[in-house]
């Protein structure tokens, strides 16, 4: 039998920790035959809900758990990690200014940081969900220097999924015949869904995305900003965000990232720029990117046109006034 694997969740007690933990002790993030043993970190004023959880999760029976730690010490939760997916922070509220909320969660980032540089398995993987997803993580990987960059990632495979969601919703068709979208940059309003590259597989072969829309207007319109604003458009309808889709994709990410994404498929992941596409050097920004044997590498040589350019350059422009926002608030 395969040794377990641990996996930390961090704001376990949360909307989407409560969604997420069950998936990952059923197999659907690393696979039906590999064990696991969650670790489960919230804060104080949660931690009775969070163990609440916990009696829920020994009920549920899952065989493939084989345990299951909730605690609100940092370092008890870090403690030999082999996957760290970071839901835990501090959300914007009414009348708070930007600056505010970037501030709490760049303490929050920077102490996890270092209890996962010291205290998490090698090679240890991580994925930061909780927002401001990309510059959460662009401030863990400035504080966990020996954790390596490639192993530092943020989510915007909830932003892929919405994109292939709706794109198999005006074609009318099943939503695995379509792939290849991109999310590009920020998740955040500025984001840009590109279906430049996308394509549907038919009974006739392979058909791009564009051609079959055959209306380029609303790709380049309502598309973009319907996959821009559907946290949004959660929020107001459930009077909740985004909980079940955001852990299914946080284990999407993982799943792809650690077991290979598929023959010819490429999914979208925050990630730290090496300078491809002109995108600046350190940031985390979300690229097209395929994985094998635990390792993503960003898609190359895509064509860009002068529409594609323009958006790609706009959130990395937020990214970079975040990331300054970010330094400031350190001082
Ligand atoms: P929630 O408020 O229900 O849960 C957050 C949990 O984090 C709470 O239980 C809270 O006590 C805990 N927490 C706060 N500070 C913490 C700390 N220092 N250490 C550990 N835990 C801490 O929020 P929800 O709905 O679960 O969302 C979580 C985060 O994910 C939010 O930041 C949200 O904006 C973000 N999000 C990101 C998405 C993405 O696609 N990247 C999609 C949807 C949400």
Not at 298 to 304: E, F, S
Not at 307 to 328: G, P
Request: include cysteine.
């Amino acid at each position: 039998a395969k040794d377990a694997v641990r996996v930390l969740v961090t704001g376990a007690a949360g909307q989407i920790g409560y969604a997420l933990v069950p998936m990952v002790a059923r197999g659907v993030m690393l696979g039906p035959d590999q064990p696991v043993i969650l670790h489960m970190l919230d804060i104080e004023p949660a931690a009775e809900a969070l163990n609440g959880v916990k009696m829920e999760l020994i009920d549920a029976a899952f065989p493939l758990l084989k345990d299951v730690i909730a605690t609100t010490d940092v370092v008890e939760a870090c403690a030999g990690v082999n996957i760290a997916v970071m839901v835990g922070g501090f959300p914007r509220k009414e009348g708070m200014e930007r600056k505010d909320v970037m501030s709490k969660n760049v303490s929050i980032y920077k102490a996890q940081a270092s209890a996962l540089e010291k205290h998490a398995a090698e090679n240890c993987k991580v994925l930061v969900v909780a927002n401001p997803a990309n510059t959460n993580a662009l401030i863990l990987k400035e504080f966990a220097p020996s954790i390596p960059e490639k192993n530092i990632t943020c989510l915007t495979r909830l932003d892929h999924n919405r994109a292939l969601g709706q794109i198999s919703e005006r074609l009318d068709i099943q939503v695995s015949d379509v792939k290849n979208v991109i999310i590009w940059g920020n998740h955040s309003s500025t984001q840009y869904p590109d279906v430049s590259h996308a394509t549907v597989t038919s009974s006739s072969g392979e058909k791009s995305v564009r051609e079959l829309v055959a209306d380029d207007k609303w790709l380049k319109t309502e598309f973009i900003t319907t996959v821009q604003q559907r946290g949004a458009a959660i929020i107001k309808a459930r009077k909740l965000s985004s909980a079940l889709s955001a852990a299914s994709a946080a284990c999407d990410h993982i799943r792809d990232w650690v077991l290979g994404t598929p023959k010819g498929t490429w999914v979208s992941m925050g990630v730290y720029s090496d300078g491809s596409y002109g995108i600046p050097p350190g940031l985390i920004y979300s690229f097209p990117v395929t994985c094998e044997k635990g390792e993503w590498s960003i898609v190359k040589g895509l064509k860009i046109d002068e529409f594609s350019r323009a958006k790609m350059d706009a959130t990395a422009n937020e990214l970079m006034e975040e990331k300054s926002l970010a330094y400031s608030c350190l001082n």
